[in-house]
């Protein structure tokens, strides 16, 4: 009796694989229930080639934009999973310091990582580490097995963050005015325009944001990063309201942002006396 010759290997995998499991693809030779198998022809090897190449090409297609030589393959696969989860850490970061600025997280309350989770529509995890984060700025604090209360402040505590404010950046605008020429102020109008036009609209974290968009620019002329980095942080804190109040209202958030505007035309005109009186009015009113 002539004996059956050896069985094809399935280009998919092996013989003894089921990759259908894997992929989502049937076997390469399914079971036929009731009668035999049937062992298709053996391919030649002219079929051969012709399926190595049209798999070559199917698995690496022809670009226009790619010049000989390189290796667009074998780059590194890019992490998104963790690069996702950074991203979502720091938006909920970004969020509830917003939320803090406006008032919508009361001082006293404590809330809890699912909740907030559920608020953003996220899982507890990454509003956790941002919570860590604010706990590290000071806004928050732990509350053992509830979640973080929101720190109630009081006055002394916002002149205490004015009066360090002034301490470092009223002497560095001035040297700043004494050596800068107008030119270089006047590029900063775009940004306490934009200032007035969030103090405008009465959002309060909106205004928060554009005013320390002013500042850190007005400290970057210094080129000392550290410094607008220190100074950046303490002016976020400066900004959450009181244990108790309802913070600035729109009025109070537009006299604000006028300052910025007759601050740059103090410094363009070098008149050192109103630059300072306008610092000493601008964080005295926070």
């Given at each position: 009796m002539?004996?059956?010759?050896?069985?094809?290997?399935?280009?998919?995998?092996?013989?003894?694989t089921?990759?259908?499991?894997?992929s989502?693809?049937?076997?390469?030779?399914?079971?036929?229930?009731?009668?035999?198998?049937?062992?298709?022809?053996?391919?030649?090897?002219?079929?051969?080639?012709?399926?190595?190449?049209?798999?070559?090409?199917?698995?690496?297609?022809?670009?226009?934009?790619?010049?000989?030589?390189?290796?667009?393959?074998?780059?590194?696969p890019?992490?998104?999973?963790?690069?996702?989860?950074?991203?979502?850490?720091?938006?909920?970061?970004?969020?509830?310091?917003?939320?803090?600025?406006?008032?919508?997280?009361?001082?006293?309350?404590?809330?809890?990582?699912p909740?907030?989770?559920?608020?953003?529509?996220?899982?507890?995890?990454?509003?956790?580490?941002?919570?860590?984060?604010?706990?590290?700025?000071?806004?928050?604090?732990?509350?053992?097995?509830?979640?973080f209360?929101?720190?109630?402040?009081?006055?002394?505590?916002?002149?205490?963050?004015?009066?360090?404010?002034?301490?470092?950046?009223?002497?560095?605008?001035?040297?700043?005015a004494r050596?800068?020429?107008?030119?270089?102020w006047?590029?900063?109008?775009?940004l306490?325009?934009?200032?007035?036009?969030?103090?405008?609209?009465?959002?309060?974290?909106?205004?928060?944001?554009?005013?320390?968009?002013?500042?850190?620019?007005?400290?970057a002329?210094?080129?000392?990063?550290?410094?607008?980095?220190?100074?950046?942080?303490?002016?976020?804190?400066?900004?959450w309201?009181?244990?108790?109040?309802?913070?600035?209202?729109?009025?109070?958030?537009?006299?604000?942002?006028?300052?910025?505007?007759?601050?740059l035309?103090?410094?363009?005109?070098?008149d050192?006396?109103?630059?300072?009186?306008l610092?000493?009015?601008?964080?005295?009113g926070?």
């Amino acid at each position: 009796m002539e004996q059956a010759g050896p069985r094809p290997r399935d280009p998919r995998g092996s013989d003894d694989t089921d990759t259908g499991a894997d992929s989502g693809n049937e076997p390469a030779f399914p079971e036929v229930r009731g009668r035999a198998a049937r062992v298709p022809q053996q391919p030649g090897a002219a079929d051969v080639d012709r399926a190595r190449g049209l798999a070559q090409s199917a698995a690496h297609p022809a670009r226009s934009d790619t010049v000989r030589g390189e290796h667009t393959h074998s780059e590194p696969p890019v992490p998104r999973p963790v690069l996702q989860r950074a991203s979502v850490r720091g938006q909920i970061l970004d969020a509830l310091r917003a939320a803090l600025a406006a008032g919508e997280l009361t001082p006293g309350e404590v809330y809890s990582a699912p909740a907030l989770g559920e608020r953003f529509g996220v899982s507890a995890t990454p509003v956790r580490e941002a919570m860590q984060q604010l706990v590290v700025e000071g806004a928050v604090e732990v509350v053992p097995n509830r979640g973080f209360r929101v720190v109630e402040r009081g006055a002394r505590e916002l002149a205490e963050l004015a009066e360090i404010r002034a301490l470092i950046e009223t002497p560095v605008v001035l040297r700043l005015a004494r050596t800068l020429p107008a030119e270089r102020w006047a590029e900063l109008r775009p940004l306490a325009e934009e200032t007035a036009r969030a103090a405008a609209s009465g959002c309060r974290a909106t205004y928060g944001e554009a005013d320390r968009a002013f500042h850190r620019a007005v400290l970057a002329l210094a080129g000392n990063e550290q410094l607008v980095r220190v100074a950046d942080d303490l002016h976020r804190r400066a900004q959450w309201p009181l244990g108790g109040e309802p913070g600035r209202c729109r009025a109070e958030l537009m006299a604000d942002a006028a300052v910025h505007l007759a601050l740059l035309d103090a410094l363009m005109a070098q008149d050192l006396g109103a630059v300072q009186a306008l610092l000493q009015e601008h964080f005295s009113g926070v």
